[in-house]
């Protein structure tokens, strides 16, 4: 029996009926590397306050999931992949972020190798676009695509987090593409080898490439261990 300092469940909902009213979503930047660009996967809007325009993949948390389960759920829905690298970046919650009512984000990216894998897309209006050539997105999709981006590009260089958008076997020359287009800018050649052989991220495998319009150049694959 709640003491006259105690306050019931009942009562605190009475009292702050409003802050019981705000909804939580989940919106997830999933990044894919392809043709040499970092690409996002975007679904056009169906409200029709952003008709025509494009957004992020992301769902309203239910009741009975947290905020990882409800980022790995609209993974898996909306592209077939489990088991793929996923990390939590930043709450959004500006007022009036959403038309609908107040809804409070938590932004996640996701790393997607989109050569091994096909993506089971459950809507013909899902596609991959060049992360350059995005100028806007409804609601503010921009915004948690730039700051999801602003992570990802602090950690390139200390993580090994980008070899999840390879390939299991891969160049120098596809790994510096790589991260030129998360950096969204060129890097002088021998420093990008040199700094990258330092790390001992990676493992000859005694292959070359094939078929390519260049001189074939050696692969590597990311040491299992720099995994853990």
């Not at 309203?60 to 990390?87: H, I, W």
Request: aromatic letters at 10%; a negative charge.
């Amino acid at each position: 029996m709640a003491t006259a300092l105690q306050k019931t469940i009942r009562a605190l909902r009475a009292e702050n009926s409003e802050f019981f009213q705000i909804a939580l979503s989940v919106d997830c930047v999933i990044l894919g590397f392809e043709d040499n660009e970092l690409k996002v996967l975007l679904i056009k809007s169906d409200l029709e306050e952003y008709e025509g325009q494009w957004s992020l993949l992301g769902d309203l948390v239910r009741v009975d999931e947290d905020l990882d389960e409800a980022s790995y759920r609209v993974l898996v829905d909306r592209t077939g992949l489990e088991n793929v690298y996923l990390e939590q970046v930043y709450t959004f919650g500006q007022l009036n972020r959403h038309p609908a009512g107040r809804v409070v984000t938590t932004a996640y990216f996701s790393l997607v190798n989109i050569r091994d894998h096909e993506l089971q897309l459950s809507n013909n209006e899902l596609h991959w676009h060049s992360v350059k050539d995005i100028q806007s997105l409804a609601f503010d999709h921009l915004q948690i695509l730039n700051k999801c981006l602003a992570q990802l590009r602090e950690k390139i260089y200390e993580h090994p987090v980008v070899f999840n958008l390879l390939p299991e076997k891969f160049s120098l020359r596809e790994l510096q593409s790589l991260f030129e287009s998360i950096m969204g800018q060129k890097v002088d050649r021998r420093n990008f080898r040199k700094k990258i052989f330092l790390m001992k991220w990676l493992e000859d495998v005694n292959e070359l490439e094939q078929d390519v319009p260049h001189r074939p150049g050696k692969l590597y694959r990311f040491k299992e261990e720099e995994q853990h």
